[in-house]
């Protein structure tokens, strides 16, 4: 026997009838204001409170250790031992060439790094490696070149931004000669265990003139400028500035170690 669509359709409408409380009573009912401010506390985090740090504009944060405020090179020395030999002048620290790096008298592991520089005006004709050449080195090893890289092409894993012979930087943030720049700095250092094997590379994230231009990059070793790097164990080690036999300024340096 074949039912009519007129028969069909009281039927369906009573089957949907039938179900439709069925589906209302699974469903669970929305839970109050209340109850979602409560489910809401279970990932929130009570303390402890984040210590508070002064960040006034132009100026190194409360908690930062400065290294070179432009009036003394107290806390820093010679590599070779002794005085550090660099001059300063209109508040800028500047390369004493031919006297060798200079590295700060405290050491440093886990830091934030805040160097300003100056390569000098291209007066001689110099290129590629020869222009303004020096060096920001973590634990006396680990170096952030620092070159004078405006129009001025050189092998890319050298040039400013570059840590030395392993990374080139993502992009090219340098301003022409002459002008102040800054790197911002994020150092991990490595690890070690007892026996002298690594843990953990050592990590660096630069900004040069606030631009990323290394992130999170994980070092192969030590800077080599013949042969590739490795690493060997060591402790906290100082930060250090490189003569390269260039007219480099700094200025304004300071770290906050993490």
């Known amino acids: 026997m074949t039912l009519t669509s007129q028969k069909l359709t009281p039927l369906i409408a009573a089957g949907?009838?039938?179900a439709t409380p069925a589906f209302a009573q699974d469903a669970a009912p929305e839970p109050t204001q209340e109850e979602r401010q409560a489910q809401s506390r279970v990932t929130e985090v009570q303390g402890?409170?984040?210590?508070?740090v002064q960040t006034p504009e132009g100026q190194p944060p409360s908690d930062a250790t400065?290294?070179?405020?432009?009036s003394t090179l107290e806390g820093w020395e010679s590599v070779d031992g002794g005085e550090a030999e660099w001059t300063i002048e209109d508040g800028s620290l500047h390369v004493g060439r031919g006297s060798g790096d200079i590295r700060t008298?405290?050491?440093?592991?886990?830091?934030q790094l805040h160097v300003?520089?100056?390569?000098?005006?291209?007066d001689e004709g110099h290129d590629s490696q020869d222009r303004g050449n020096s060096g920001v080195?973590?634990?006396?090893?680990?170096e952030v070149q620092v070159l004078d890289s405006h129009e001025n092409p050189t092998y890319a894993n050298g040039q400013a931004g570059s840590i030395y012979k392993q990374h080139l930087p993502l992009v090219n943030a340098s301003r022409e000669p002459g002008e102040w720049q800054s790197y911002d700095i994020i150092f991990q250092a490595p690890i070690f265990a007892e026996d002298g094997a690594l843990r953990r590379p050592a990590h660096?994230?630069?900004?040069?003139?606030?631009?990323v231009v290394q992130n999170h990059a994980q070092l192969q070793g030590a800077t080599e400028w013949i042969g590739?790097?490795?690493?060997e164990a060591h402790d906290c080690a100082p930060i250090r500035l490189q003569d390269h036999d260039a007219d480099v300024s700094f200025r304004n340096i300071w770290v906050r170690p993490m």
């Open 16 to 18: 949907l009838m039938l």
């Open 228 to 231: 590739y790097p490795s690493y």
């Open 105 to 111: 008298t405290e050491n440093f592991c886990d830091v």
């Open 116 to 122: 300003e520089w100056r390569s000098p005006p291209n």
């Open 204 to 211: 660096l994230t630069v900004l040069h003139n606030g631009v």
């Open 48 to 52: 402890p409170e984040p210590r508070l």
């Open 66 to 70: 400065v290294l070179f405020d432009g």
């Open 137 to 142: 080195f973590l634990q006396e090893r680990y």
